[in-house]
């Protein structure tokens, strides 16, 4: 989406599985993207896999990139408000790295959150990545 990382670029000639999210109702799909081809605009814009790629089980991911639109250092984030990640992410296995991936001006020591809000564990920004405290 506008304002975020594009991370397309990293499946062209990836050795690495890739599994994109899909918005289907009120929750996400996170569907196994072979190549860019894969990927179509939904009815938000963004490029999701299409239909027809395979279903992943989110508990079988080894790590989740985690868009938002801000982030804090003690690991909170701001999404877009609709809680597709926040309702998802509740089911990875624990100790599942959960990645945000943001430009420095994405991080601030907090950003507001509610309860059901889940932290990421990690901060990815052109300065390298840092486990969150």
């Known amino acids: 989406m506008p304002g975020e990382i594009d991370l397309r670029p ?3 000639g990836s050795r690495h599985q890739w599994h994109f999210p899909r918005i289907e109702g009120d929750d996400l799909a996170f569907r196994h993207v072979g190549a860019m081809g894969d990927l179509e605009p939904d009815a938000y814009g963004i490029d999701a896999p299409v239909p027809n790629r395979p279903i992943v089980d989110i508990s079988s991911l080894d790590l989740i990139l985690v868009p ?3 982030f804090g250092r003690d690991g909170s984030r701001l999404g877009r408000g ?11 296995r624990p100790g599942t790295p959960l990645i945000a991936v943001a430009c420095r001006e994405q991080v601030v020591d907090r950003v507001p959150t509610e309860a ?3 932290p990421v564990t990690h901060l990815l920004t052109p300065d390298g990545l840092v486990a969150v405290p």
């Open 68 to 70: 938002g639109l801000g």
């Open 116 to 118: 059901h809000d889940l």
């Open 10 to 12: 990293l499946v062209a």
């Open 82 to 92: 609709r809680g597709y990640y926040d309702r998802t992410l509740g089911g990875v």
